[in-house]
């Protein structure tokens, strides 16, 4: 009795195993020609609405960015010419 119960379990643990297994799904890489079109459209959309976010980041950020690269040209030129200085010297 207690093997037949073993044997059930196993075979119940067994076919659960082998049907939750799934073969590696491949994925479609193509469009159809009806989808081509719903396709771009979607794409062109979304790709506007992305264009104008990241402009205006690009604008909002843009004086601070710069004010920040200027101020480290700024500070690398004097170091040069402190540096020549000191070479004079």
Known sequence: MI?????????????ILFTSCEKEKI??????EAERPVYDSLYNVRFDKIRKETDSLCAKSRDSIFAVVVDSMFSIRMQEINDLVDEQN
């Not at 994925?27 to 159809?32: G, H, P």
């Open 3 to 15: 093997i037949k119960d073993h044997i059930k379990c196993i075979l119940l643990t067994a076919t």
């Open 27 to 32: 994925e479609r890489t193509y469009l159809s």
